[in-house]
C-alpha cells in the first residue's frame, strides 16, 4: 500500500496508483462507522452518511459528490431497493420468467439472467408492476414475485386455442379464432 498517515489521521498517497485506491476503499467501507453509508437507501443519502460518518470535513461534500454523480449518470449503475426478504436467486427467476413472458428491457432486449437488479431489470419490472396493476416502484417484492408466479402457473393459451378448435370442430369461425388467439397473446403480456 502505498498511502500513509499523516498529521490529523488523514490518508494520503504518495503515489497515484489505482489499484491500492480501490483496494482501500473497500476496506474503509467494512468499518463499522461506515454502516449507514452501505445500508443508504439511494445514493444521496450515501453521499450525506460518507460526511456524516467523518470521511471528510468539507461540509458541501456530499452536495459536490451528488453534482458528480447526477452530471456524469453514474446513478445508473446503482442496484435498485429490494424488500427485506428478496434474494439474488428470486431477482433470477424474476429474469428469467420476464423473458419467458416476453416483457424485454428499456432497449428491447431480453434480460441477462444474473441476480442483479440493476436498471434494466429495474425498468422491466416497472412494467410488469403496470401489466399487473400494482405500485409501480421497479421493486422485486413479494407482490410481483407472486403475481409472476400466479402468471407462470397458468396454461399456455395455445393449449386453449387447441382445445377451442377441436372442441368447435370446423364450425369454428376464423375471425372467433382470431379474437381467441389475441385475447391469449395479451394475457401474456
Known amino acids: 500500500?502505498?498511502?500513509?498517515?499523516?498529521?490529523?489521521?488523514?490518508?494520503?498517497?504518495?503515489?497515484?496508483?489505482?489499484?491500492?485506491?480501490?483496494?482501500?476503499?473497500?476496506r474503509i467501507l467494512s468499518f463499522s462507522r461506515y454502516k449507514s453509508v452501505i445500508t443508504s437507501k439511494n445514493y444521496k443519502v450515501a453521499c450525506q452518511n460518507v460526511y456524516n460518518s467523518g470521511y471528510c470535513s468539507d461540509k458541501e461534500y456530499p452536495e459536490k459528490l451528488i453534482?458528480?454523480?447526477?452530471?456524469?449518470?453514474?446513478?445508473?449503475?446503482?442496484?435498485?431497493?429490494?424488500?427485506e426478504n428478496t434474494t439474488d436467486e428470486d431477482i433470477k427467476y424474476l429474469q428469467k420468467c420476464l423473458n419467458s413472458m416476453k416483457i424485454k428491457d428499456?432497449?428491447?432486449?431480453?434480460?441477462?439472467?444474473?441476480?442483479?437488479?440493476?436498471?434494466?431489470?429495474?425498468?422491466?419490472?416497472?412494467?410488469?408492476?403496470?401489466?399487473?396493476?400494482?405500485?409501480i416502484d421497479?421493486?422485486?417484492?413479494?407482490?410481483?414475485?407472486?403475481g409472476v408466479k400466479t402468471i407462470m402457473e397458468k396454461p399456455l393459451c395455445s393449449t386453449t386455442i387447441i382445445y377451442v378448435n377441436i372442441y368447435c370442430s370446423n364450425e369454428l369461425s376464423t375471425s372467433l379464432f382470431c379474437v381467441i388467439q389475441i385475447l391469449c397473446e395479451i394475457s401474456l403480456y
Do not use: F
Not at 498511502?3 to 476503499?25: A, M, R, V
Open 1 to 26: 500500500m502505498l498511502c500513509s498517515l499523516i498529521p490529523g489521521d488523514l490518508l494520503s498517497y504518495e503515489k497515484y496508483n489505482i489499484e491500492d485506491s480501490i483496494l482501500d476503499h473497500g
Open 67 to 83: 453534482a458528480i454523480i447526477k452530471q456524469n449518470k453514474l446513478y445508473v449503475y446503482d442496484c435498485a431497493p429490494r424488500s
Open 106 to 135: 428499456i432497449n428491447n432486449n431480453i434480460l441477462v439472467v444474473d441476480g442483479a437488479s440493476g436498471p434494466l431489470t429495474t425498468g422491466t419490472i416497472k412494467k410488469l408492476q403496470q401489466i399487473l396493476s400494482l405500485s
Open 138 to 146: 421497479g421493486i422485486c417484492g413479494p407482490e410481483v414475485l407472486s
